[in-house]
């Protein structure tokens, strides 16, 4: 992509995600809700792009040039066992890094115990045909050849890979049995979080790329190097089912 | 653009879906996607816009030709930009609203998501909404028919491929010799009705009327072409009983759509009865519909074809409505 249309893509990214990116001035009333704020690592070192080598399970050295994905389906569970639903779809990228940051607005008062989400888009969602915002096929996150969104995409490199061009590239999609690569996360709160007027609660949250490569299925780059068709979806997948923690929650009062 | 030319001209008429009678309900709805006449006209603009493909030196027109049924007539394989050759022949596009799944390993689900596949396809147009949603955003043409069908000037993935959809959904084929006949309005020869009989025979199992398919995957039993690397179904599916399964294409207008089969290889009806009636030819794992044809004598194969000649449309053909306005 020419410089110009990344330039216009990142516009209409933020076009979409200003209603969400609210901690403007713009709102009379400051918002109250939960900003997740999504921090992505390599086991315990922080993600850079392209620049910072990183070692797999196996010891073999890696970069990450990309790292997208979708999470939708969003759930807040309340103490009270009731549950709020953020029907969303969010598309994550590295790269975007005000994509990173998710302002859930107007969320009903009460005391909230845990929050559940999917890695990926639902099955009614890849068969809806044309959409808009983080579903629009501009994102590059839809397969052509085989309908269905790339639920998660991590590309990078590595000297062990048996890829040409030693080419990292898992494109994990696939919303039907057996291959089925949608993933349910639940994280439950330390403490429960308060939601009332003027506060807004901030989440940090670890996304861990290096859990991406193993468990329950290590990954050698010498003989997978690329997942990018429903063959092996399903075994990165199960991998990617943990690569969330909660690592933080802030409140920030007005 | 013509749009002064009566010819082009798009009408509410024009656009007013019609179902055939004998037709099952269709799987595309269009109740989000309202068809519009200004709809129809950009999604016409858009199949026979160059500025789809990379270098802007093909449009879907280029392969998906009226004269063929939306077929690419005399070509097994064909080439997108660049001169690049595809593995697959290029199927017609009939009645798409009664398919549930579209390429020959029915690879891609929706209907409105299915011009996504040639555009990124490098052996086709090898481009990326993102690079076509900047050329036509420097277009005034396409800034001012987006504001004809949508009210304003944005112009994004999804009223591109829904405007298209709405070109491409209204080619309907329900007038042929066939169908007249069906109607009580027509009347077969004696060869003709033969060829029926001998088709429902032999050929329904799969090619059931009225669409001419049944929409399912199968082995029709051709040994494959080992230059093409191509696994069939299983490449979707990821079932090894899939292999080299492809989907039923449909009959209709079967005269203007040669070659035949996905890879194209058989130039002319009979080169595929001569297949099909001959079992030495079948790969072992063909399907069972195909293992029960029976080889047909030379006045058996003659009536047939005379019958797949019935389902020609000229109505569908030389309808005006999906011409190229800008052809000069």
Same mark, same amino acid.
Request: with cysteine; net charge neutral.
């Given at each position: 992509?020419?410089?110009?249309?990344?330039?216009?893509?990142?516009?209409?990214?933020?076009?979409?995600?200003?209603?969400?990116?609210?901690?403007?001035?713009?709102?009379?009333?400051?918002?109250?809700?939960?900003?997740?704020?999504?921090?992505?690592?390599?086991?315990?070192?922080?993600?850079?792009?392209?620049?910072?080598?990183?070692?797999?399970?196996?010891?073999?050295?890696?970069?990450?040039?990309?790292?997208?994905?979708?999470?939708?389906?969003?759930?807040?569970?309340?103490?009270?066992?009731?549950?709020?639903? @953020?029907?969303?779809?969010?598309?994550?990228?590295?790269?975007?890094?005000?994509?990173?940051?998710?302002?859930?607005?107007?969320?009903?008062?009460?005391?909230?115990?845990?929050?559940?989400?999917?890695?990926?888009?639902?099955?009614?969602?890849?068969?809806?045909?044309?959409q808009s915002g983080a579903l629009d096929p501009i994102n590059a996150m839809f397969w052509t050849w085989n309908t269905g969104y790339i639920f998660?995409?991590?590309?990078?490199?590595?000297?062990?890979?048996?890829?040409?061009?030693?080419?990292?590239?898992?494109?994990?999609?696939?919303?039907?049995?057996?291959?089925?690569? @949608?993933?349910?996360?639940?994280?439950?709160?330390?403490?429960?979080?308060?939601?009332?007027?003027?506060?807004?609660?901030?989440?940090?949250?670890?996304?861990?790329?290096?859990?991406?490569?193993?468990?329950?299925?290590?990954?050698?780059?010498?003989?997978?190097?690329?997942?990018?068709?429903?063959?092996?979806?399903?075994?990165?997948?199960?991998?990617?089912?943990?690569?969330?923690?909660?690592?933080?929650?802030?409140?920030?009062?007005? | 653009?013509?749009?002064?030319?009566?010819?082009?001209?798009?009408?509410?008429?024009?656009?007013?879906?019609?179902? &055939?009678?004998?037709?099952?309900?269709?799987?595309?709805?269009?109740?989000?996607?309202?068809?519009?006449?200004?709809?129809?006209?950009?999604?016409?603009?858009?199949?026979?816009?160059?500025?789809?493909?990379?270098?802007?030196?093909?449009?879907?027109?280029?392969?998906?030709?009226?004269?063929?049924?939306?077929?690419?007539?005399? *070509?097994? #394989?064909?080439?997108?930009?660049?001169?690049?050759?595809?593995?697959?022949?290029?199927?017609?596009?009939?009645?798409?609203?009664?398919?549930?799944?579209?390429?020959?390993?029915?690879?891609?689900?929706?209907?409105?998501?299915?011009?996504?596949?040639?555009?990124?396809? &490098?052996?086709?147009?090898?481009?990326?909404?993102?690079?076509?949603?900047?050329? #036509?955003?420097n277009s005034v043409k396409y800034r001012n028919l987006f504001q004809d069908v949508f009210g304003d000037t944005l112009i994004n993935s999804e009223?591109?491929?829904?405007?298209?959809?709405?070109?491409?959904?209204?080619?309907?084929?329900?007038?042929?010799?066939?169908?007249?006949?069906?109607?009580?309005?027509?009347?077969?020869?004696?060869?003709?009705? *033969?060829?029926?009989?001998?088709?429902?025979?032999?050929?329904?199992?799969? *090619?059931?009327?009225?669409?001419?398919?049944?929409?399912?995957?199968?082995?029709?039993? #051709?040994?494959?072409?080992?230059?093409?690397?191509?696994?069939?179904?299983?490449?979707?599916?990821?079932?090894?009983?899939?292999?080299?399964?492809?989907?039923?294409?449909?009959?209709?207008?079967?005269?203007?759509?040669?070659?035949?089969?996905?890879?194209?290889?058989?130039?002319?009806?009979?080169?595929? #009865?001569?297949?099909?009636?001959?079992?030495?030819? *079948?790969?072992?794992?063909?399907?069972?519909?195909?293992?029960?044809?029976?080889?047909?004598?030379?006045?058996?194969?003659?009536?047939?074809?005379?019958?797949?000649?019935?389902?020609?449309?000229?109505?569908?053909?030389?309808?005006?409505?999906?011409?190229?306005?800008?052809?000069?």
């Amino acid at each position: 992509m020419t410089r110009t249309i990344e330039f216009k893509a990142g516009i209409i990214a933020l076009y979409i995600l200003l209603p969400f990116f609210s901690l403007s001035q713009k709102s009379k009333n400051p918002p109250e809700g939960i900003l997740l704020n999504f921090n992505h690592f390599v086991g315990d070192k922080l993600l850079v792009l392209d620049d910072t080598t990183y070692v797999n399970e196996l010891n073999q050295p890696y970069i990450v040039t990309k790292f997208n994905y979708y999470i939708s389906q969003i759930y807040l569970l309340k103490d009270n066992g009731k549950e709020y639903s @953020i029907p969303n779809h969010f598309l994550i990228s590295e790269d975007k890094i005000e994509t990173k940051k998710i302002v859930l607005e107007k969320i009903p008062s009460g005391k909230y115990t845990s929050i559940r989400f999917i890695l990926g888009v639902d099955s009614l969602h890849n068969c809806s045909g044309a959409q808009s915002g983080a579903l629009d096929p501009i994102n590059a996150m839809f397969w052509t050849w085989n309908t269905g969104y790339i639920f998660l995409k991590l590309e990078g490199k590595s000297t062990l890979s048996s890829a040409i061009g030693n080419t990292l590239e898992y494109h994990i999609g696939g919303y039907r049995m057996p291959n089925n690569s @949608i993933r349910t996360i639940s994280l439950p709160f330390k403490n429960p979080i308060v939601i009332e007027k003027k506060q807004m609660t901030e989440i940090n949250m670890k996304t861990d790329i290096s859990e991406i490569l193993k468990a329950p299925t290590t990954i050698d780059f010498k003989i997978t190097p690329t997942v990018n068709t429903l063959l092996n979806a399903k075994m990165i997948a199960d991998n990617y089912s943990d690569i969330f923690t909660i690592i933080g929650i802030n409140g920030i009062k007005y | 653009m013509n749009d002064e030319n009566p010819y082009f001209k798009i009408s509410k008429k024009d656009v007013k879906l019609i179902i &055939p009678k004998n037709f099952p309900p269709p799987f595309y709805s269009f109740k989000n996607n309202q068809i519009t006449p200004e709809g129809f006209v950009l999604g016409r603009e858009l199949f026979y816009e160059n500025l789809l493909s990379r270098d802007n030196s093909v449009s879907c027109g280029s392969c998906h030709q009226r004269i063929a049924a939306f077929a690419h007539i005399d *070509h097994t #394989l064909s080439h997108g930009i660049y001169g690049r050759i595809g593995n697959r022949n290029i199927p017609s596009l009939q009645n798409l609203i009664w398919n549930n799944s579209f390429m020959w390993d029915g690879g891609v689900t929706s209907l409105e998501m299915q011009p996504l596949a040639p555009i990124n396809n &490098p052996l086709e147009m090898d481009e990326s909404m993102g690079g076509i949603i900047g050329k #036509l955003q420097n277009s005034v043409k396409y800034r001012n028919l987006f504001q004809d069908v949508f009210g304003d000037t944005l112009i994004n993935s999804e009223r591109m491929l829904k405007a298209m959809t709405q070109f491409v959904g209204l080619m309907i084929s329900n007038n042929s010799k066939y169908d007249k006949y069906i109607e009580g309005k027509a009347v077969f020869t004696p060869e003709e009705q *033969h060829g029926l009989e001998l088709f429902r025979t032999n050929c329904a199992s799969c *090619h059931t009327e009225p669409l001419f398919t049944n929409n399912t995957f199968r082995n029709n039993g #051709l040994i494959p072409d080992s230059t093409l690397h191509d696994i069939g179904r299983e490449k979707i599916s990821t079932k090894a009983s899939d292999k080299y399964l492809y989907k039923v294409p449909t009959l209709r207008n079967i005269e203007m759509t040669y070659p035949y089969m996905h890879d194209g290889r058989y130039r002319k009806l009979k080169d595929v #009865l001569n297949f099909y009636g001959t079992a030495e030819q *079948h790969t072992s794992s063909a399907d069972p519909f195909v293992k029960k044809i029976s080889p047909l004598d030379f006045t058996e194969k003659t009536d047939l074809i005379l019958f797949l000649l019935t389902l020609t449309d000229k109505e569908f053909l030389f309808d005006r409505r999906f011409a190229d306005p800008n052809m000069k």
